[in-house]
């Protein structure tokens, strides 16, 4: 035992070339199930021979008792009406050369067996056949006179030891008419040796066993290409599984069933697909943090080693000191968006619910917008069908969730475009949407948006400051909020963003009404002079 457990660990060491361990299988799951297959099948047609060898077996054995029983009969019947009996010895005198004992001869050859009569004391009187007549000195069994007196005997075998060989033997008494009544005088045995094959028909014998030859071969063969339609997937699986163990995540298994080993394709395929994602995903991430750290820390650095050494004069240090300043902020928002995905990972991200405006909130995000949507020429709407808007829900998170989706909305519409703001309530949600004209979000993107790390911008030409957290933070804040939050876009005409948060409680605030108007009066007469 102690030898295998160290053979065990010793397979599980790394190899040269640095590839994960991995229990190598002495015997494939083709072999197995085609041994298990074979056995079974060898083991059912051993059954089914043994079970034929004695059906017919007792079947010949019941034909030749018929018809030894019947013959010896016969030759009873002959011998009793043509044969000399002699009372002072209770015996009869049979002559070989005689008629009677020419026809027990020809009798016995039509009916392929040895005809014999014994005497009552079991000694052989007369046989048909000369290679028992070394038997007219021995006696037969005691039982068999016994059981023959009582009118028939049949027994497959050799007579307690009679024959040297297992025999058939069929007997009846022959009986005679004398003055004291029915007389047994003798007893007639018609027997046959006792061979299965050589009393089968070889006809018959030869279709059975080419038929199960036949089936036998077939049904290996059919075994043998189940257990490899069963097996073939799952050696699949387990190359792919080797080479996702070295980063190669473009392997998929074919499916070619609709079973259990069919879903279990689909599912490993599944799985592949979202490995691959997540792979795809953490190489942008990496490149994608990479490039947040080096720029701005370059930038950094750069900027304030010109200070420290004089290339930059002291009347622009706080020019750039605003540079540094603005690109320590975009750290600091690279690095509240980790915190806030750590958070997520350990399940600390914690729902602090109390009742708020909504739409204030939204306001507060527009205002602090406000520069950036008049230099873009942007159009506010929607916002004069609000009102009100009391939820019942943590205002930190939500103000994360509703400043990215406007911070998006500002940074993909096209110039001079437009923004929409829209609210639905039902008895059990409200529904806020915010609808921005510009390229919109390719199909093949939708899936992803709220996926982590993910940005549909591969060019980085109008997203260089996201990270590709805040679509996939907003939708875990939206869900701890028993909300959610979905997406709608059509490329190159508009992309819109619902949040769906539990209804509470909705109450007119006609001061929200007045902050509204100011808001939007400001923005248009900021659009006006531009």
């Known amino acids: 035992m102690k030898q295998r457990v160290n053979q065990t660990q010793k397979s599980t060491k790394p190899n040269s070339k640095g590839k994960a361990p991995y229990f190598r299988v002495r015997r494939s799951l083709f072999k197995k199930y085609l041994i298990f297959g074979i056995v079974i099948l060898l083991t059912s047609f051993i059954a089914l021979s043994v079970t034929m060898y004695i059906f017919v077996n007792r ?53 392929d067996a040895d005809i014999m009569v014994v005497d009552n004391t079991g000694k052989c009187a007369y046989c048909s056949s000369e290679e028992y007549d070394s038997f007219a000195s021995d006696q037969l069994p005691s039982y068999v006179l016994g059981a023959t007196a009582k009118g028939e005997f049949f027994e497959s075998g050799t007579l307690d030891g009679y024959f040297p060989n297992a025999r058939y033997t069929a007997g009846v008494p022959i009986v005679t008419d004398t003055d004291d009544g029915e007389v047994i005088v003798a007893f007639c045995y018609a027997s046959t040796p006792a061979t299965f094959v050589s009393g089968l028909p070889v006809t018959f014998l030869q279709i059975f066993f080419t038929a199960a030859a036949i089936m ?32 190669d995540f473009s392997v998929r298994v074919k499916v070619t069933s609709d079973d259990e080993i069919g879903e279990l394709a689909t599912a490993f395929n599944y799985m592949a697909d979202s490995l691959a994602s997540s792979e795809s995903m953490r190489r942008s991430f990496i490149s994608n943090v990479s490039h947040e750290l080096k720029t701005p820390m370059t930038t950094i650095a750069g900027f ?17 000191m605003k540079i540094v300043s603005t690109e320590v902020k975009r750290l600091s928002r690279l690095v509240t968006s980790m915190l806030s995905l750590s958070r997520i990972d350990r399940g600390e991200l914690k729902v602090n619910r109390q009742k708020f405006d909504l739409f204030s909130l939204i306001i507060t995000i527009l205002a602090s917008y406000e520069q950036k949507i008049v230099e873009r020429k942007l159009h506010i709407t929607g916002l004069e069908d609000f009102r009100s808007i009391t939820v019942n829900a943590d205002p930190d998170l939500m103000y994360q969730v509703i400043y990215n989706l406007i911070e998006n909305a500002v940074k993909f519409t096209d110039e001079g475009g437009t923004i929409h703001f829209g609210v639905e ?30 940005k549909t911008d591969k060019s980085r030409s109008m ?12 939708k875990t804040i939206m869900r701890l909020h028993g909300g959610d939050i979905y997406v709608e876009s ?6 819109t963003f619902t949040i769906r948060l539990p209804r509470t409680e909705t109450y007119a605030a006609p001061s929200n009404s007045d902050k509204k108007n100011k ?8 659009e006006t002079e531009e």
């Open 425 to 454: 309530e039902t008895r059990y949600d409200i529904s806020v949407m915010i609808t921005n004209t510009g390229p919109g979000i390719p199909p093949e993107d939708i899936r992803y948006i709220f996926d982590r790390f993910y």
């Open 59 to 111: 079947y010949w054995e019941a034909e030749k008792k018929t018809s030894l029983i019947d013959n010896a009969k016969r030759v009873a019947d002959v011998i009793e009406s043509s044969s000399t009996y002699l009372p002072a010895a209770h015996m009869l005198i049979i002559d070989k050369d005689s008629p009677v004992g020419l026809t027990v001869v020809n009798m016995s050859e039509i009916i």
């Open 463 to 474: 997203d260089k400051k996201g990270m590709g957290l805040g679509l996939f933070i907003a």
């Open 216 to 247: 036998l071969i077939i049904i290996i063969i059919f075994v043998a290409s189940m257990s490899y339609s069963m097996s073939k997937p799952l050696k699949q699986m387990s190359n792919a599984a080797k080479k996702f163990a070295v980063g």
């Open 304 to 320: 304030i080693d010109g200070m420290l050494d004089g290339t930059i004069p002291p009347e622009r240090h706080d020019h750039y």
């Open 519 to 526: 808001y939007v009066e400001t923005t248009a007469s900021s």
């Open 490 to 495: 059509r490329v190159n005409e508009f992309t």
